[in-house]
Structures are given as C-alpha cells and as structure tokens.
C-alpha cells in the first residue's frame, strides 16, 4: 500500500465522500455505479472501495442489523437501511460540551481568523444544547497568550530583537539578533517569523520557545528577500535536501502516518507492519522521536540513525545496571 505524503488530509477527503455517498443514494435508488461516480466526482475504483468501507459501517455496537446495508442489482446500488445516518443529528451532554470548549478555546487563540464565524457557530451549539452547554467551564488561553501579545507589540513597533530561543530538534538554547516580519498563528501555535542575522535566512520561532528578548533600538531591517513564506500547507515542508529515514511499523504506532508528512507508506512483508519512509529536519530528531516510541518500531534505515539509537539506549540500560550504594 503506497499513500501520498498529506494521508491525513486523503483520509479526512474520503470520510466525507462516505458520510455524503448515504444521503446521495438514499435520493437516488438504483442508481448506476458509473453513473453515482461522474456525480461525486471519484472514478468507479475509488467509489466501489468506498461502497466496501460503508458496508461495515453502523451504530456503535456493529451488530448484524446496526449495520449500513445496501442491495447490488449488476452495477447498480440501492441503500436498503441506512443505520439511522439520515436522521439529524443529536449531541449527546458530552458531545455538545466537547464542542462548546473547542469553540471558546479558538475564539480565545491570539491571531485566530474568522472569529466572527467562530463566534456564530459557538452561539447556535449553545442554544441547541441548552442547559447542557451551561456547565461551568471557563476556558483560557494559557499565560503564553500575554507573551504572544508582547511579542506582536515588539513587531509592531518596528525594532530589531535580540532573543534567547530553545530549539527543541537540536535540544539546544541559542542566542540571536532577528529582524521581526510578523506573528503568524499555524497549527495552533504562534510563531515568530523574522529574519535571523545568524543563519542569513528567514526563520520562524516558536514563541512559547523564546526564552527572553530584548528589544534593541535600532529598527528592524529584514533584507528584501525576507518575504512571508505560506503556512496553508503547515510549518514542515519536506524537500529533497533533508535526511530520509525508513521505519518498520507495527499496528500500534501506525498513527505516525497520520501525525507526520510521509513520503510513502508500503505494506510489509508480513502483511502486518507497514515500511514508513519520512524526510526529517535532522537525525538527531528521529532519534529522540523513535526512542520515545514503543517496541512496535523499528529503524531500517539510514545505517547512522540505527547506531545512534543502539547506543543512546545501551547507555540507558548502562545507567540501570549501576548497582545502588
């Protein structure tokens, strides 16, 4: 099996091309696989795995009669039950409560666009949900909130900075003179991005990582070249000139595909674990990565990367032997 690099973003396109297949025929019984395919937009490959993955879909519980049934008339498919999926939907207390506190939490991130729609969607779950949504749950941003606030003040105010920033792939705490570009909100972190007189290039700067700055007097004077990059895709972007690591994993830490950019994704020869290959920034990294996985993992490649483990984990077990006083 070989996925694309952004599987996450593949499996979430295919959960919502299966939650839309159940009312689409249920509107249209009988309808020709080739046909249901032009509509939606997949080929008939793709719709007739996606037909395979609804037929085991239900009800938690997945008894014989909880579960999506349909009828197959040659190439034509008609949704005989559709496991109560075309009912509107119903919050259970904790449900409607999980999504009033992942709403306050994005109205209260720093940066966070369309607050607006936040806030509508926040005001329509709360009146659905009634007294349920009314628990006492107060929901604040952590005190990392104010130093994003100062850190976008020192931006605005146009001066260069001299900061104290942890970076945690090379587990290291560095000193640096920056030119501030902006603050910029990505996966829910806030970021510095600034042009870095050290490394010559723009960087981006966690902020919960900056350890302390001081704002020089003199202005900030990021080159031309200093232009904000794209985030859309995320802050990792994986290229050719970044190290190229192979894993073999087991069925229990299979979520790494989900969580990290992967280059391919291949079924082993057992038929059980998978061969993940993924570029990462640098080997130290995968190394603190791998250790703090489970047993289910293991490095295949490069050769570098296998002895650095072998001997971080030999030094660890080397601790354990010292007998007590």
């Given amino acids: 099996m ?33 046909e ?45 039950y559709d496991a109560g999926i075309g009912k509107p939907l119903r919050l259970t207390p904790d449900e409607a409560l999980a999504l009033v506190v992942a709403l306050r939490m994005l109205a209260e991130t720093p940066g966070m666009g369309n607050r607006d729609a936040i806030e509508r969607a926040l005001a329509k779950i709360e009146s659905a949900a009634g007294a349920d949504a009314d628990a006492p749950v107060a929901v604040r941003m952590s005190g990392n909130s104010k130093k994003v606030d100062r850190v976008r003040g020192a931006v605005e105010r146009g001066k260069a900075l001299q900061i104290t920033y942890y970076t945690a792939s090379r587990d290291e705490t560095t000193e640096r003179v920056v030119d501030p570009i902006r603050v910029v909100m990505v996966g829910g ?44 895709e995320g802050v990792f972007r994986p290229g050719a000139e970044l190290p190229l690591i192979t894993l073999r994993v087991g069925r229990s830490e299979r979520w790494i595909t989900e969580y990290y950019p992967c280059e391919s994704v291949e079924r082993g020869a057992s038929g059980e674990d998978w061969l993940v290959t993924m570029r990462v920034t640098d080997l130290d990294w995968a190394r603190r990565l791998i250790l703090g996985l489970g047993p289910e993992v293991t490095v295949v490649s490069p050769p570098e990367l296998i002895a650095g483990i072998r001997e971080q984990a030999a030094a660890a077990l080397a601790a354990y032997s010292v007998p007590s006083p």
């Fill in 2 to 34: 070989t996925t694309a690099p952004s599987a996450s973003r593949a499996s979430a396109d295919r959960l919502g091309r299966v939650l839309n297949l159940v009312p689409y025929l249920l509107a249209r019984p009988g309808i020709a696989i080739v």
């Fill in 36 to 80: 249901a395919a032009a509509d939606l937009g997949v080929t008939e490959k793709q719709l007739r795995e996606d037909l395979e993955l609804l037929w085991v879909c239900g009800l938690p519980g997945y008894g014989p009669g909880d579960l999506i049934d349909m009828a197959f008339d040659g190439d034509n498919v008609t949704i005989t």
């Fill in 189 to 232: 972190y806030a970021y510095l991005e600034a042009w870095c007189r050290r490394a010559e290039a723009t960087r981006l700067f966690r902020v919960d990582r900056i350890d302390g700055w001081t704002e020089l007097s003199e202005p900030a004077a990021p080159p031309a070249e200093a232009r904000p990059a794209d985030f859309s």
